[in-house]
């Protein structure tokens, strides 16, 4: 039993689940995080055999009866572990003989490892294609100010409103390409500092720009975790990735649709290569059609579009922007609604 020594108290303050385990293999004690973990109360699980709490656990139970024999520790990477609760999860864990005490089970969630590892292979990939896309977009910007120039010059001298319409044209096709570019570019009107953000304030001034744009009958709902830290952001840029995923959900939603802003905590993140203790997710979820079946596997790529005039932009420019934070960004199916996360590290707390 856990003593003088350790103080059981201390073990709540831990994000990582920690199981304290007798000599029969039966649980002795957990904390907070081991209980939220699998779902059921210290109470209920105090003096069950660990193998009743996991069922696929005979491969951690001769683990540590071994650590138990030989007073050593070791560490598991990445196993899939399945609860009496029903409750799946991927986790690293590691087993600790602690003289006089017990065995102590250290489970670390990894759920997001796997998935978000995955979409590293399309990282190196899709940087490649926005470098090129921005090499582009510089190339068609330069000579753009030439040629709106030359085209206001040439109205001047022109007498005949019929030709004029041709310059108007000319200009407003210069212009439109010129707005366009600096979205690719992402350039028009960023804050070139990080500032500490509240992201439910930077939610909210989304929401009141999709309200100025027109809902059209379009509930947005809000689901915030209050607990959430600020997050070291480009405000601008982060407004501009949010709002391309918003804008989506309103055009892929007739008047009674929904959108939810959900915000979470999450710990233990890997995220490409790097482990983050604590990271925010930010969900925008709206039960409109789904994401069509031919575009999916592309979703983020430049010029994928579905719509008549659509750029195909708004997705790959938000990717670029969540990059820059060294977050990441993914679209899921839950509950046959979408839901686009984006995954930002909060270093720093
Ligand atoms: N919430 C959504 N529901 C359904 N389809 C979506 C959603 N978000 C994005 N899409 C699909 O992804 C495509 C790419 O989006 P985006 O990169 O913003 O370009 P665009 O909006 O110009 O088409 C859209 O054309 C649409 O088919
Ligand atoms: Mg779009």
Redesign the pocket.
Same mark, same amino acid.
């Given at each position: 039993m856990i003593t003088e020594s350790l103080e059981k108290e201390h073990f709540n303050y831990l994000n990582t689940a920690v199981i304290v385990i007798d000599d029969n293999l039966k649980v002795a004690c957990m904390n907070n995080a081991a209980e939220f973990l699998i779902g059921l109360s210290e109470k209920q699980l105090c003096g069950i055999p660990l193998s009743t709490i996991i069922k696929n656990g005979q491969e951690m139970i001769t683990a540590i009866e071994s650590a138990a024999t030989d007073k050593s520790s070791f560490t598991a990477r990445s196993k899939e572990l399945e609860f009496v609760t029903g409750r799946n999860v991927t986790s690293d864990y590691t087993v600790g003989f602690l003289p006089g005490e017990g065995i102590l089970l250290e489970l670390n969630q990894v759920d997001h490892h796997l998935r978000i590892t995955r979409d590293e292979i399309n990282h190196a990939q899709s940087s490649a294609m926005h470098k090129m896309v921005k090499n582009l977009a510089h190339e068609v910007r330069n000579p753009l100010g030439g040629l709106r120039g030359a085209a206001q010059l040439l109205e001047k001298e022109l007498d005949d409103p019929d030709l004029r319409e041709y310059t108007r044209i000319i200009i407003s096709e210069a212009d439109r390409l010129k707005e366009l570019v600096s979205r690719i570019l992402g350039d028009s009107k960023i804050a070139h500092e990080k500032i500490e953000i509240n992201i439910h304030q930077l939610l909210e001034r989304v929401r009141q720009l999709c309200i100025a744009e027109g809902l059209n009958g379009i509930e947005i709902k809000d689901d915030y975790d209050p607990s959430i830290p600020p997050v070291n952001a480009y405000a601008d840029q982060l407004i501009q990735a949010i709002l391309?995923?918003v804008?989506?959900?309103l055009?892929?939603?007739n008047s009674n649709g929904r959108i939810i802003f959900r915000t979470r905590v999450v710990r233990q993140v890997i995220i490409g290569n790097v482990k983050h203790k604590l990271a925010m997710k930010i969900d925008?979820q709206?039960n $409109?059609? !789904?994401?069509?079946e031919d *575009?999916k596997e592309n979703?983020?790529l430049?010029t994928?579009?579905?719509?008549e005039? $659509?750029? !195909?932009?708004?997705?790959? *420019?938000?990717q670029s922007i969540i990059y820059q934070h060294k977050g990441i960004i993914e679209?899921n199916e839950v509950d046959g609604e979408?839901v686009?996360s984006i995954f930002l590290p909060l270093e720093d707390y």
């Open positions: 391309n995923i804008r989506n959900a055009e892929a939603l925008i709206d $409109g059609p !789904g994401i069509a *575009i979703l983020f430049p994928i579009t579905t719509k005039n $659509g750029t !195909g932009l708004g997705l790959s *420019i938000a679209c979408t686009f």
